[in-house]
């Protein structure tokens, strides 16, 4: 029996520069696991459509699919979007079996990307001191979702024993900007931004914009296509794939 074929969801967006990101990390999950069947699908705004690689999978024999969802908050493309496109799908395609997995969430794993793409912001702007972070995301009208990534900040501030700030794009103050501004009227000079951010985009490029406005010495890339979070996914869709087994 082939193993459920896995679907790695993402928001979309339309700068191409987020999909060619997101394509980049699922060729880095296809490296680690080229015995499954790997697919990209988006929610919107780019293509391929989840309904397009759902019925691409059925025509090619697949009765269970794991989705695994792209995103790094439980927010409401989590809680509505992802659901509703499953529940379609599934209603679709009589006998089709498809699991949805927790997002990647704020993984203890990703602190270690943050660090690799700081430190190459740090090295490329020549910044050797630093007194103080911002971890820049997104932003949620959901609080809950906003407060994990405050919990991640705080984790991350305390493993570098620095003032961290969480920060964010849209929808929650304060602005990437806004927290930098803070810092500097505490005294400090040597600011630098962590963009926790899936893939570039609008938002992530705003964040970057306004904090080097404010004063920021670095900003950090988004995640991006690295092996940690090619690892995440691949362990979100492990779960995924037993929850599907019959009990």
């Known amino acids: 029996m082939a193993a459920p074929a896995l679907v790695a969801l993402a928001h979309g967006s339309r700068d191409p520069r987020s999909a060619a990101t997101i394509k980049a990390l699922v060729a880095e999950v296809k490296t680690m696991r080229p015995d499954l069947r790997i697919e990209t699908a988006f929610l919107d ?12 999978l059925v025509k090619a024999g697949f009765d269970e699919i794991v989705v695994v969802p792209l995103l790094l908050t439980e927010a409401f493309h989590a809680k509505v979007d ?15 079996k498809i699991r949805a997995t927790r997002v990647l969430g704020m993984e203890a794993a990703f602190l270690e990307v943050l660090d690799v793409r700081l430190r190459e912001a740090l090295k490329e702007a020549r910044v050797r001191e630093l007194d103080a972070l911002v971890l820049a995301a997104a932003g949620s009208s959901d609080p809950l979702a906003n407060q994990a990534v405050a919990r991640l900040a705080r984790t991350w501030g305390t493993r570098h024993k620095l003032p961290v700030t969480a920060a964010f794009a849209s929808a929650a103050p304060p602005a990437a900007g806004e927290a930098v501004r803070a810092f500097r009227a505490e005294g400090r000079r040597h600011i630098a931004v962590a963009s926790f951010f899936l893939a570039p985009g609008t938002l992530p490029d705003r964040a970057a914009e306004l904090a080097v406005e404010a004063g920021a010495v670095a900003v950090s890339e988004p995640l991006g296509a690295h092996p940690e979070v090619a690892r995440v996914i691949l362990a979100r869709y492990a779960v995924g794939a037993v929850e599907l087994v019959p009990v």
């Open 45 to 56: 705004l780019a293509k391929p459509s989840f309904d397009t690689v759902v019925d691409r």
């Open 82 to 96: 992802v659901p509703s496109a499953v529940a379609a799908a599934t209603e679709r395609h009589e006998g089709l």
